[in-house]
């Protein structure tokens, strides 16, 4: 499993070369905010650690230890990127942009809060191997949707609806998120303490095509836009 999720985000981080070329990496010379670059690098540097932990954690514990101790300033400040990104983007918006655009603010912010979650929980557990190791393989996986979902956009075919985009990226991480519960099987005192905290993520995404697309989140978006944050 270990090996196989670091392949996974080697890809991961291979296809975002791609994802993010339009809009940000043929930019670079361009102006462009502080904000988006924080988030970038420390988007890179997470993915760089779910890469690498699982080859030190069989090679070299002591080093796994060491560069795991990062995780402690890296994800933190991940979370905090992500937050000060998403509220300088629509603080920047014209009203009329805003009232078009409200919806995908959820976007950023469910994967900050499935990020934040996962990586608590790896390191409440920590001291449980199987637990620890899917609660940070999960940290990565709310990546796949402004990854995949990008890829889809640029370079995909047309689709009949926006929201299918998340149908897609929504459903691939879902099913690696059940690949995680059932492979390789966890034993059985473990299985509620993964399986409950892992159902946030198809509630956050169900959240998505039905709360969020109706009136109800814009008065959360107006507070979370209104903050003083950026």
């Known amino acids: 499993m ?6 996974g985000y080697l890809a991961l981080l291979l296809l975002a070369g791609i994802a ?14 502080p904000y988006t670059h924080a988030h970038a690098v420390l988007a890179l540097l997470w993915c760089l650690l779910l890469i690498c932990q699982p080859f030190l954690v069989r090679r070299n514990r002591q080093l796994h230890r060491r560069v795991g101790a990062l995780s402690y300033v890296l994800a933190p400040s991940f979370v905090v990127a992500s937050l000060l990104l998403a509220n300088a983007r629509f603080r920047a918006m014209s009203d009329t942009t805003f009232r ?6 959820y976007l950023p912010l469910s994967a900050a809060v499935l990020f934040g979650v996962s990586y608590g929980l790896a390191i409440y557990y920590r001291h449980d191997v199987a637990l620890h190791a899917r609660f940070m ?5 709310p990546m796949i949707d402004p990854v995949v ?3 889809l956009f640029y370079y995909g075919p047309p689709l009949a609806h926006p929201l299918y985009i998340q149908a897609i990226t929504f459903g691939l991480t879902d099913l690696i998120l059940l690949g995680l519960f059932a492979y390789p099987s966890l034993p ?5 303490t993964f399986a409950l905290p892992a159902a946030a993520f198809p509630a956050l995404h169900l959240a998505w095509f039905t709360v969020v697309q109706s009136s109800a989140w814009v008065p959360f978006a107006s507070w979370f836009r ?4 950026s």
């Open 188 to 192: 059985l005192r473990s299985r509620a």
């Open 149 to 151: 979902g990008r890829v």
């Open 226 to 229: 209104n903050l003083p944050l």
């Open 137 to 141: 393989v999960a940290t990565g996986l």
């Open 20 to 33: 993010f070329w339009p809009r940000y990496l043929s930019r670079l010379t361009e102006s462009i905010d």
């Open 2 to 7: 270990l090996l196989g999720a670091s392949y």
């Open 100 to 105: 078009q655009e409200a919806s995908t603010l």
